[in-house]
């Protein structure tokens, strides 16, 4: 009886491994979702990412587990010009990227404190920072007159509105359309920058993925290598036995 009640138990549990991906996209809300594929070979677009990020979004979100220099190494950016274009907090280039924003001040003023992002894309999936920075609307009942396709009352500011333009949502349709002539980009070109803003949060959540792939090659190769002469040895030992 109790052997039964183990098994039931063990059951259940492997149920709820296997249900609970499932459980939490159903608690996620059903915004159209705009497919997103990070291309971490595309340095130009990581280096933009990182600008745009120093420029738009380092004053409130800090990437606490990544520091300047091996991000610009990475990224192929001289550290001389990593200092002068995206180091704006007089901090040195082997620090860690911190914010100098006081979280509990942050929290009055936007209801949440901004979080850290090192982690950001692989807590979300990039493709959900991708639609997230996409989906900002006018909305005069919040707090802020800003309100998100993907975040609903979202307590951030549309930050990037100046580049996007104003944004509205119809609610008829359940679309986003855009107030032409309001942002200082057209839709692709703003499109592009979250593509890259996007692209290097991705990078930053896993700084050592490129270095994994390539060596998974060597690694690959050494094993067939391997495998051709344990396989020669082994017919080499076997020959005279019949
Ligand atoms: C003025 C401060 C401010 C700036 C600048 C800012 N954010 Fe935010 N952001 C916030 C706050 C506050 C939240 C928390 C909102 C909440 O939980 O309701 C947030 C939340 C987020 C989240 C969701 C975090 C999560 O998983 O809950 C992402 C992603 C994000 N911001 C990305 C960005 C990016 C990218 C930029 C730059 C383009 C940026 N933010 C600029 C204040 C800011």
Redesign the pocket.
Known sequence: MRKLAKVFVSLAMVGLFIGAPFSWSAAKNDWPMEAFEPDLTNLPSLQNGFK??AN??????SLQYQRYGRTADDLGIPRELALESVVFTGQKIGELITTS?DPEQ?KA???????D?TL?AR??SPE??YN??KTFYVDEDRPLGANNGV?P?????N??LHLQGVQRYDAATGQLFLEPGTGSLSAEEFDQVIYD??NF?YYVGEPNRLERQRLGIYVLLFLVILGTFTYLLNREFWKDVH
């Open positions: 745009v990020y738009h979004c380092l004053g409130c979100h924003m942050d003023w936007f209801g949440a404190a901004p979080p992002l950001e807590l979300r959900w920072i997230y920075m975040y009352n979202v307590g951030m500011p930050v990037l803003l996007t949060l």
